[in-house]
């Protein structure tokens, strides 16, 4: 049973920096991709990015050209790296594996607690 670790979030102000990461005790199929996901206040959980296993990555428009999410399979773990931080970026984040397709992104682990990311103004 897979169970994922985030961590690194924290309160920063307005353009600054994080970077976040996912740890995974157990082995992640190496096959899958992985994702980190967001949720807000009183919103729903929205993918933010995702990376295959062979390292192609694909971002919401909203983080477009601000986060770069990586992966060490060695390590088990996943990064978010999140520069020119907008208050509108606080949230819960979480990561997830799983099968990345036309239609969407279907995860197969469990949810972890995730990280809080306040940006203050």
């Known amino acids: 049973q897979v169970q994922l670790v985030e961590s690194g979030g924290g309160v920063v102000q307005a353009g600054g920096s994080l970077r976040l990461a996912c740890a995974a005790s157990g082995s992640i199929f190496s096959g899958y991709a992985m994702g980190w996901y967001r949720q807000a206040p009183g919103k729903q959980r929205d993918l933010v990015a995702t990376?295959?296993?062979?390292?192609?990555?694909n971002y919401a428009d909203s983080v477009k050209g601000r986060f770069t999410i990586s992966r060490d399979n060695a390590k088990n773990t996943v990064y978010l790296q999140m520069d020119s931080l907008k208050p509108e970026d606080t949230a819960v984040y979480y990561c997830?594996?799983?099968?990345?397709?036309?239609?969407?992104?279907?995860?197969?682990?469990?949810w972890g607690k995730g990280t809080l990311v306040t940006v203050s103004t």
């Open positions: 990376i295959t296993s062979g390292g192609s990555t």
């Open positions: 997830n594996g799983g099968l990345l397709t036309v239609d969407g992104f279907y995860v197969r682990y469990s």
